[in-house]
């Protein structure tokens, strides 16, 4: 019985010598660093070269649009122009005015009409002739969908 109580008190006393260096606080600050240096890169605030050489401004026309090909019977889908890199998806009004052709890729200048709860409806679309829109970025663009 006797050993057993000197084995048991030896294990505590093993347990307690060993884990008793590891769980001291350390009173040691001379060599801290600020936490900002570990804070990770944020890479949304680097620009690469081909950015920073090549700026690309680029302006939108305010009412002339591609129609898009995500335009139903009841919505139509309308694509900013020239980039046609927004896409704004719209309820047509009751009785839509069309004036030329208002098919898929076609450059049209649409109408709104709002009410009074805040709701936009297209009313009009009005094929824009002058402007040829580009038939292969309109084929590309239906390839990479599929």
């Known amino acids: 019985m006797r050993k057993i ?3 048991v008190f030896m ?3 093993t347990a307690w010598v060993s884990t008793s260096c590891r769980m001291a606080p350390s009173t040691d600050l001379g060599d801290t660093v600020e936490a900002k240096y570990f804070e990770p890169y944020d890479s ?4 690469t070269t081909r950015q920073q050489a ?3 401004p680029i302006q939108d026309s305010l009412d ?3 129609i898009g090909p995500a335009s139903t019977s009841d919505r139509v889908q309308l694509l900013s122009y020239p980039s046609r890199r927004d896409t704004m998806v719209y309820v047509k009004g009751r009785h ?3 004036v030329g052709n208002a098919d898929f890729y076609h450059v049209v200048r649409a109408k709104f009409w709002i009410s009074e709860a805040g709701d936009t409806l297209v009313t009009r679309l009005e094929e824009i002739k002058d402007i040829v829109p580009d038939q292969e970025e309109a084929t590309k663009a239906d390839r990479n969908k599929e």
């Open 96 to 98: 839509i005015k069309v």
């Open 64 to 66: 002339i649009y591609v």
């Open 5 to 7: 109580f000197l084995f």
């Open 11 to 13: 294990v505590v006393i």
């Open 54 to 56: 090549h700026p690309v």
């Open 44 to 47: 949304t605030k680097h620009k």
